[in-house]
């Protein structure tokens, strides 16, 4: 279990506990549940990289306490 | 994120607490209102906290957003009230009490409350427990966290840094040796045992060195044997009863068939040509090497084999055979269905090299049979093959072979003599009888004659030269009329004109016919033998047309048709067609038989013809010499004839101006003319919409009064003076108007001087020179009043001064 945590930079943070098996879009649904958007339209970034909803977070090397850019589409 | 956020955030905070108070699920929550506000007091940031307080505040969260309009008034004011009272046991620490989560946070920072707000402020992240992320979890779908709570309490975050253990590499190092031999020996005892269960060389056997236990043993085998007999036939009773016997011999049946023969062999290819077998030897055949994903079936072949053929192929490779021959004829008989294609050596290395092989058939046998069939095939049209090529050329000799000269036969001249037009031809009816005999004779058959004609054979073939001609009756009579010549020839030029008429018609009919006859005939022959004979006979003719030469030239010859002729007139389309140009070749009868024999009768017309047509030509030619001989300057018309030659006289000089045209004529403007005669259409103006509608699209007609209207159009071009221009000099002016520039210097000054020249020519006086020497001598001999002139003195003294005396 990891716990990430998703900052939007306009006064949304979130920290969202999951498993590294995840999907992207499974945190995106625990990020909507938590800040209350519609998962499709959040967008997790990091710098450019796009984060893609199919991917797990072990894949993506996103570790316990890594912070992500929270944007909406 | 300035301090109104701050602000906004507590009384959310407040707001939050009130509706965890409204519905408290938690047990800290009242606190967590004061432990918020204090947490900002201290400014800390709250990312740790959050995450800690998350399990407590989800779902108070939850119910807010979802409630968030409703509740707010009212968590408001209950947060308000808390927030008074939250103020009061802020400080109240035993009050207290921790989550178990919770604990180690408590012991970092006393004042740090995490927050249930859900609204996150600039430091502050929301964020939910394990309890209520694993609820929603299940709402969505998803597996339960795995939960390694030890570990990453450990860890610590990144705010809060902790002390990571230290790893000791040697105790590391000994574990894993530790690991290693535990697993080694582990593997040994799985090995004993395993091996444990074979039996040694050295473990003998009891009954070995003992007869009574191998006796034992050997009655024991019996008797299991026989047990498992009776059992075997008890299963087959009861098989039998079950009706199953059949399938279990077949199942047994099956395996027997299993085995693998050499029937199985069939359809098999082997890669190798049935030659390299060889009777009574024996090959061992492998399956050839294929790659694991081909699907392609196998194929047998010997090792030693392909070896063999590899190395002979490497051989045929080092030879440096010539890779090309352009000229290589497939004479081989042997590859009669092989298609011979196209730069056919680099087909192996397109296509892949195709072996020769043949398949095994039924009982995995193959016979050579049918290959032995085809090179039996092969080697009897070899036998009977034909060789294409031809005996090579040889010299042609230069002489006629004995075998040639038999064959070749003789041409017989035909004697053929031109008709001479001069020579009077005496033909009287005793001439003719012996003459009639014959053609009744002869073969009138023009197609034997004619068609029967070829080109003269190789001496091959078989036939009559037929240079041989039979005799036509031209050839005949003409010779008979030759005869005649020679022995009338005496009689001289004088009786030509002794001529009957009708004898002369008869002559004009068979001369038509005759030069009918031997256009046919000449059309067929070939020219090369017509060449040969003509050559001959103009030797023959030469020969002796040199004797009669003196006779012919002095002789005219008068004949009704020419002289019929010649009083028709012209035929105004008569010669003209263009193929008179031998008109006068016709007089010189060292020609050819055929343009003579052609022109036959006609020749006769014909020179009459061209006698009266040269005449008329000479007479047009004096007319046109006549119409062109007009002299450049006219005659002076003498002043005192009259008025008339007066005017005329004036006008030419240009001394009147010929006002006889219209009173509306132009005077010439100063600078040219604008565009009397021409204007540039400027077609872009057509497009404006306005001035389209005034044009008229319909159906014009003309004037109905202006029908008989024929106006006389003369297109006349005046240049700046007035002066009538020529159509040169007209488009000149058209010219450098058109292009905007005109003559250079040069040019206009010659112009200039052009022009004045004409004007001072016009001048010019015509009766008297230049310089008036004329008019002076006048005025002199008036001054004198004698009608001559004393030339004596110098220059100088004779001027009108010094006239008068």
């Given at each position: 279990?990891?716990?990430?945590?998703?900052?939007?930079?306009?006064?949304?943070k979130?920290?969202?506990?999951?498993?590294?098996?995840?999907?992207?879009?499974?945190?995106?649904k625990?990020?909507?549940?938590?800040?209350?958007?519609?998962w499709?339209k959040?967008?997790?970034?990091?710098?450019?990289t796009?984060?893609k909803?199919?991917?797990?977070?072990?894949?993506?090397?996103?570790?316990?306490?890594?912070?992500?850019?929270?944007?909406?589409q | 994120?300035?301090?109104?956020?701050?602000?906004?955030?507590?009384?959310?905070?407040?707001?939050?607490?009130?509706?965890?108070?409204?519905?408290?699920?938690?047990?800290?929550?009242?606190?967590?209102?004061?432990?918020?506000?204090?947490?900002?007091?201290?400014?800390?940031?709250?990312?740790?906290?959050?995450?800690?307080?998350?399990?407590?505040?989800?779902?108070?969260?939850?119910?807010?957003s979802?409630?968030?309009?409703?509740?707010?008034?009212?968590?408001?004011?209950?947060?308000?009230?808390e927030?008074?009272?939250?103020?009061?046991?802020?400080?109240?620490?035993?009050?207290?009490?921790?989550?178990?989560r919770?604990?180690?946070?408590?012991?970092?920072?006393?004042?740090?409350?995490?927050?249930?707000?859900?609204?996150?402020?600039?430091?502050?992240?929301?964020?939910?427990?394990?309890?209520?992320?694993?609820?929603?979890?299940?709402?969505?779908?998803?597996?339960?966290?795995?939960?390694?709570?030890?570990?990453?309490?450990?860890?610590?975050?990144?705010?809060?840094?902790?002390?990571?253990?230290?790893?000791?590499?040697?105790?590391?190092?000994?574990?894993e040796?530790?690991?290693?031999?535990?697993?080694?020996?582990?593997?040994?005892?799985?090995?004993?045992?395993?091996?444990?269960?074979?039996?040694?060389?050295?473990?003998?056997?009891?009954?070995?060195?003992?007869?009574?236990?191998?006796?034992?043993?050997?009655?024991?085998?019996?008797?299991?044997?026989?047990?498992?007999?009776?059992?075997?036939?008890?299963?087959?009773?009861?098989?039998?009863?079950?009706?199953?016997?059949?399938?279990?011999?077949?199942?047994?049946?099956?395996?027997?068939?299993?085995?693998?023969?050499?029937?199985?062999?069939?359809?098999?290819?082997?890669?190798h040509?049935?030659?390299?077998?060889?009777?009574?030897?024996?090959?061992?055949?492998?399956?050839?090497?294929?790659?694991?994903l081909?699907?392609?079936?196998?194929?047998?072949?010997?090792?030693n084999?392909?070896?063999?053929?590899?190395?002979?192929?490497?051989?045929?490779?080092?030879?440096?055979?010539?890779?090309?021959?352009?000229?290589?004829?497939?004479?081989?008989?042997?590859?009669m269905?092989?298609?011979?294609?196209?730069?056919?050596?680099?087909?192996?290395?397109?296509?892949?090299?195709?072996?020769?092989?043949?398949?095994?058939?039924?009982?995995?046998t193959?016979?050579?049979?049918?290959?032995?069939?085809?090179e039996?095939?092969?080697a009897?049209?070899?036998?009977?093959?034909?060789?294409?090529?031809?005996?090579?050329?040889?010299?042609?000799?230069?002489?006629?072979?004995?075998q040639?000269?038999?064959?070749?036969?003789?041409?017989?001249?035909?004697?053929?003599?031109?008709?001479?037009?001069?020579?009077?031809?005496?033909?009287?009816?005793?001439?003719?009888l012996?003459?009639?005999?014959?053609?009744s004779?002869?073969d009138?058959?023009?197609?034997?004659?004619?068609?029967?004609?070829?080109?003269?054979?190789?001496?091959?073939?078989?036939?009559?030269?037929?240079?041989?001609?039979?005799?036509?009756?031209?050839?005949?009579?003409?010779?008979?009329?030759?005869?005649?010549?020679?022995?009338?020839?005496?009689?001289?030029?004088?009786?030509?004109?002794?001529?009957?008429?009708?004898?002369?018609?008869?002559?004009?009919?068979?001369?038509?016919?005759?030069?009918?006859?031997?256009?046919?005939?000449?059309?067929?022959?070939?020219?090369?033998?017509?060449?040969?004979?003509?050559?001959?006979?103009?030797?023959?003719?030469?020969?002796r047309?040199?004797?009669?030469?003196?006779?012919?030239?002095?002789?005219?010859?008068?004949?009704?048709?020419?002289?019929?002729?010649?009083?028709?007139?012209?035929?105004?389309?008569?010669?003209?067609?263009?193929?008179?140009?031998?008109?006068?070749?016709?007089?010189?009868?060292?020609?050819?038989?055929?343009?003579?024999?052609?022109?036959?009768?006609?020749?006769?017309?014909?020179?009459?013809?061209?006698?009266?047509?040269?005449?008329?030509?000479?007479?047009?030619?004096?007319?046109?010499?006549?119409?062109?001989?007009?002299?450049?300057?006219?005659?002076?018309?003498?002043?005192?004839?009259?008025?008339?030659?007066?005017?005329?006289?004036?006008?030419?000089?240009?001394?009147?101006?010929?006002?006889v045209?219209?009173?509306?004529?132009?005077?010439?403007?100063?600078?040219?003319?604008?565009?009397?005669?021409?204007?540039?259409?400027?077609?872009?103006?057509?497009?404006?919409?306005?001035?389209?509608?005034?044009?008229?699209?319909?159906?014009?007609q003309?004037?109905?009064?202006?029908?008989?209207?024929?106006?006389?159009?003369?297109?006349?071009?005046?240049?700046?003076?007035?002066?009538?221009?020529?159509?040169?000099?007209?488009?000149r002016?058209?010219?450098?108007r058109?292009?905007?520039?005109?003559?250079?210097k040069?040019k206009?000054?010659?112009?200039?001087?052009?022009?004045?020249?004409?004007?001072?020519?016009?001048?010019?006086?015509?009766?008297?020179?230049?310089?008036?020497?004329?008019?002076?001598?006048?005025?002199?001999?008036?001054?004198?009043?004698?009608?001559?002139?004393?030339?004596?003195?110098?220059?100088?003294?004779?001027?009108a001064?010094?006239?008068?005396?």
């Open positions: 279990m990891i716990e990430v945590v998703c900052n939007d930079r306009l006064g949304k979130v920290r969202v506990k999951c498993n590294p098996d995840d999907s992207i879009g499974d945190l995106k625990l990020i909507a549940a938590q800040t209350g958007t519609r499709h959040i967008v997790l970034k990091k710098w450019y796009v984060f909803d199919h991917v797990t977070l072990g894949d993506y090397e996103i570790h316990d306490g890594m912070n992500l850019e929270l944007y909406y | 994120m300035g301090s109104s956020k701050k602000h906004r955030g507590e009384k959310e905070a407040a707001a939050g607490a009130g509706a965890g108070a409204a519905g408290s699920s938690g047990p800290g929550t009242a606190e967590q209102a004061p432990r918020h506000r204090e947490h900002k007091k201290h400014k800390h940031r709250s990312g740790g906290g959050g995450s800690g307080s998350g399990g407590g505040g989800a779902g108070e969260r939850r119910k807010r979802r409630e968030r309009g409703a509740e707010r008034g009212s968590s408001r004011r209950g947060g308000e009230t927030a008074r009272n939250g103020s009061a046991h802020g400080r109240e620490r035993s009050q207290v009490e921790p989550v178990e919770r604990v180690k946070r408590e012991k970092r920072d006393d004042g740090y409350e995490a927050a249930t707000s859900s609204k996150a402020s600039s430091g502050d992240a929301s964020s939910l427990s394990i309890e209520e992320t694993n609820k929603l979890r299940a709402k969505l779908g998803l597996k339960p966290l795995e939960v390694t709570a030890v570990k990453k309490e450990a860890a610590g975050t990144k705010e809060e840094p902790v002390l990571a253990d230290v790893i000791n590499p040697m105790a590391l190092r000994q574990r040796e530790l690991r290693e031999k535990l697993a080694a020996a582990k593997e040994k005892r799985l090995l004993n045992q395993k091996l444990g269960k074979i039996k040694t060389l050295g473990d003998d056997d009891p009954w070995l060195d003992d007869t009574a236990a191998w006796i034992e043993k050997s009655r024991r085998l019996q008797k299991e044997k026989d047990l498992a007999e009776k059992r075997a036939k008890l299963l087959e009773e009861m098989d039998q009863e079950f009706g199953v016997s059949s399938l279990v011999e077949e199942e047994f049946g099956q395996r027997q068939k299993d085995q693998y023969s050499a029937r199985d062999l069939q359809g098999l290819t082997v890669e040509t049935i030659d390299s077998f060889r009777e009574g030897e024996t090959m061992i055949l492998t399956l050839k090497d294929k790659g694991v081909q699907e392609e079936e196998d194929v047998l072949v010997n090792v084999l392909l070896d063999k053929e590899r190395a002979e192929k490497n051989v045929e490779l080092r030879k440096k055979k010539p890779d090309y021959r352009p000229y290589a004829e497939d004479e081989s008989v042997d590859d269905f092989k298609p011979r294609s196209i730069l056919a050596k680099y087909d192996e290395e397109l296509e892949g090299e195709r072996p020769h092989s043949f398949r095994l058939d039924r009982g995995g193959a016979d050579g049979a049918r290959e032995r069939e085809l039996e095939i092969r009897n049209l070899r036998q009977q093959a034909q060789s294409l090529t031809m005996a090579g050329p040889r010299l042609a000799s230069e002489y006629l072979t004995p040639e000269m038999v064959t070749f036969k003789k041409t017989k001249r035909r004697v053929r003599k031109i008709r001479k037009k001069e020579k009077e031809v005496v033909v009287r009816a005793d001439d003719l012996p003459l009639g005999n014959k053609t004779e002869g009138f058959g023009s197609r034997l004659r004619g068609r029967g004609r070829r080109r003269v054979p190789e001496a091959e073939e078989e036939r009559e030269a037929p240079s041989q001609l039979p005799q036509s009756d031209d050839t005949r009579v003409e010779n008979m009329d030759i005869s005649d010549d020679e022995e009338g020839g005496a009689q001289g030029p004088g009786s030509p004109e002794t001529l009957e008429e009708d004898q002369v018609e008869a002559e004009l009919q068979k001369q038509l016919e005759k030069g009918r006859r031997l256009r046919q005939l000449q059309q067929l022959r070939d020219s090369g033998e017509k060449v040969i004979e003509i050559v001959k006979k103009l030797e023959t003719r030469r020969s047309e040199e004797d009669e030469d003196p006779e012919r030239k002095g002789a005219i010859v008068f004949n009704a048709t020419s002289e019929f002729c010649r009083t028709l007139g012209e035929i105004p389309t008569y010669g003209l067609a263009g193929n008179r140009e031998d008109q006068e070749e016709l007089m010189d009868f060292e020609r050819d038989e055929e343009r003579s024999a052609n022109g036959g009768s006609e020749s006769d017309g014909e020179e009459n013809i061209g006698w009266s047509a040269v005449n008329l030509d000479e007479e047009k030619q004096q007319q046109h010499f006549s119409a062109s001989s007009t002299t450049i300057l006219d005659e002076e018309p003498i002043v005192n004839r009259g008025l008339a030659a007066a005017l005329l006289l004036c006008q030419n000089k240009g001394l009147l101006e010929t006002t045209q219209k009173v509306a004529r132009v005077k010439a403007p100063n600078k040219s003319l604008p565009s009397a005669v021409y204007c540039i259409e400027d077609k872009m103006a057509i497009d404006d919409k306005y001035s389209r509608r005034e044009e008229y699209r319909g159906f014009t003309d004037f109905k009064e202006k029908d008989g209207y024929k106006p006389d159009v003369k297109i006349e071009y005046v240049d700046e003076t007035g002066r009538k221009l020529t159509p040169k000099e007209a488009f002016q058209l010219s450098h058109f292009h905007g520039k005109g003559s250079g040069m206009t000054e010659r112009r200039m001087k052009k022009l004045d020249e004409e004007a001072l020519l016009k001048k010019m006086s015509s009766s008297d020179t230049p310089l008036g020497t004329v008019a002076l001598l006048q005025e002199k001999q008036k001054a004198q009043k004698t009608p001559y002139i004393v030339l004596s003195g110098s220059g100088k003294s004779m001027n001064n010094t006239i008068t005396k």
